[in-house]
Structures are given as C-alpha cells and as structure tokens.
C-alpha cells in the first residue's frame, strides 16, 4: 500500500495503462504541454511523445468525437475534457454516438472510450463552472457513469473503465484532488456497477457518491464519537449501472435512509436511489427516506453564498437526527449511551 493522493492515483494509473498497451492515449486541451489544468498529465506528455499525449483546440465537440472513432478503429482514448460543464458541447457525440453506436451496429463496432471530466463547486468558479450534471450521463443508456470517492477507488475504477470496451464517463470532483489514502500496489480493477459499503452499521443508512460519499464516511465516523450511533454507509461509485442490490439489503437492514447528493434535489440522482428504496425495501422502512442536496440555484460566486447553498457536514447530520428522531431511535442509542 501507498498513500497518495487522489490527484497522484490518477496519474500514475493513466501511465501505467500507457505503459501497459500502446493502444491507450490522451487527447484533450492543454494536457500536453501545459500538463492538465489540473496537473494529472504532468510529464506523460515528454515520457509518451505527441502521438500519444494530443492537445487540442479547444473544441469539446471535435475532439471527443475524433476520440470515439478512433475508439472504433481499436484505440483506447482517454478523453479529459477541463471540466463536466464543457462536455455540453461534446452532448451530442456523447449521447447520440458514443452510447448508440455498439447498439445501432449490431455489435460491429465497440467504442471503448473514457472521458475523464471534473465537477463540483466551492472554488468559486462561478455558475457555468461549478455544476455537478452527471444525471445528463448517468440516465443515458449505453453508457457507463462512475465516481470514485477515494483514491483508491480513483485507480481501481480507471483501470476498469480505460479497459472496458464501453463507453465510460469518469467523474472527478475538483473538492477530492488533494484528498489522501491509501492505494493498493497491485492493479485489479474495479466492478463497474457494483456499490461499497464502507462502513457497516445497522443504525440508518447513508447513501452517497463521488464528494458526498467522502462526507458520508466522516459524518459516520463523528456520530459514532458523539452519540455512539451505529451507521452504514454506501459508496454507490458507479451510477450506471446502478448497485439497486446493495442498497436494497443494506436498508432492509437499517430500516431507515439518508441519500446524499452534490446536485440540485429536483430530479435528481437523489430520487432514483429513494425509487429504488421504494420500490425494494418499502416494507422494512420505519421513517421516509430523506434525501441532502445542494440549493436549487444557479451557484453563486460569493464564497459565503457559494458554501451555504452546498450540502454541508451540518446539512447530513440534521437530516440523519431527523430521521432516527421520527422512529424514536436516537434518543435510545443516546440513553444507552448516558447509561
């Protein structure tokens, strides 16, 4: 094990990929010369060459679509495009090509492409920057949606997805680059599709993904310290294909929900969790299930507006006490607690 950070996973998975097969290459803007925005192509670019590491104009559009039919002719092209904001205008080859056309060949043609893209807020990056649309993806069929939390899984689900010969949107949060943890050595990937659970307990159940997850696993850890409260938490890491399984048992378990989530509340990831609750494990549940989101507004600039209309470590708690208030299960563990 090495601890690295979420940042450094993801370099160094994308080197050894390129290492491992000649097929896999980069291409987006400034990931060569300037190394990435964000500095995860740092130095690939004078160890791998241009052929293999390609700036581009600043053309979502173009590029991502030279990326899907090289992806066709048997490459493996890891696109990075600066952040999910920009992917609006690589929609359409996204959405009617990259995820169709396995399906409208008949199985002639696979597109094994990733598209690596950042979101989130709280860097005041303003409205058409800071927007977390994975829902756009995640509802599209023929498309693969995932979103490490960790940097573990950061390098576990990139190896899956650089070598799953579907399309695969790898999401990124700019709030979880300089996160650490520790990373495994050896290079197994991933299941795409299947949820972690990272925390049992038999309390409540605390679903979340990509920089909620991350908020999950803390809140957990800080209840378990102040009120002796028992609580499971499930790492979706995958979007599409959605984990319904794991969910449905953990809450069957629980009998009780909090769904997590870096988006607006209205339509979102959110409800197709509380759906599925619903529609699995509607018996077991002893309280409704509550979901935690960001405010439905465009993000503001202002920092102090920007933080308040973000979900927030107060926002989880409030809405875990909440839900185990109505069943009556807090005020026991916090008794025994006292006891």
Request: charged share 25%; proline share 4%; aromatic share 6%.
């Amino acid at each position: 094990m090495s601890v690295v950070t979420y940042r450094q996973a993801l370099h160094d998975t994308l080197r050894a990929e390129m290492l491992r097969d000649e097929n896999v290459f980069l291409i987006g803007e400034e990931i060569g010369v300037f190394e990435g925005s964000y500095k995860i192509t740092a130095g690939l670019l004078a160890e791998f060459g241009e052929r293999r590491v390609r700036d581009t104009p600043i053309a979502e559009e173009g590029f991502t679509g030279a990326a899907i039919g090289a992806a066709m002719l048997g490459l493996r092209p890891v696109v990075e495009i600066m952040t999910i904001n920009f992917t609006l205008l690589a929609l359409d080859q996204i959405v009617n090509h990259a995820a169709k056309i396995y399906g409208m060949f008949g199985g002639q043609a696979k597109v094994p492409l990733v598209i690596r893209t950042p979101g989130g807020g709280g860097q005041q990056l303003g409205a058409t920057h800071s927007q977390n649309i994975e829902l756009y993806y995640a509802f599209v069929p023929g498309m693969k949606v995932v979103a490490p939390s960790t940097p573990a899984d950061a390098k576990a689900l990139l190896l899956a997805a650089i070598r799953d010969d579907d399309p695969v949107l790898f999401l990124e949060n700019l709030a979880l680059y300089n996160t650490k943890g520790e990373v495994p050595d050896d290079d197994t990937p991933a299941e795409i599709g299947k949820a972690a659970v990272t925390r049992e307990g038999h309390d409540l159940t605390l679903i979340g993904y990509s920089r909620m997850a991350y908020v999950a696993a803390h809140v957990a850890q800080e209840l378990s310290e102040s009120d002796g409260l028992d609580i499971e938490v499930i790492d979706l890491r995958s979007l599409r294909p959605l984990d319904r399984e794991t969910i449905i048992n953990s809450v069957k378990k629980t009998h009780a929900a909090v769904v997590l989530e870096d988006d607006w509340l209205t339509y979102g990831i959110g409800a197709e969790i509380a759906a599925t609750i619903s529609d699995g494990a509607f018996d077991y549940l002893d309280a409704p299930v509550r979901r935690v989101a960001m405010a439905e507004v465009p993000m503001p600039y202002s920092k102090a507006l920007e933080t308040a209309a973000l979900p927030s470590n107060d926002d989880v708690r409030n809405a875990i006490y909440q839900t185990l208030d109505a069943i009556g299960r807090r005020h026991h563990k916090i008794g025994q607690g006292h006891d």
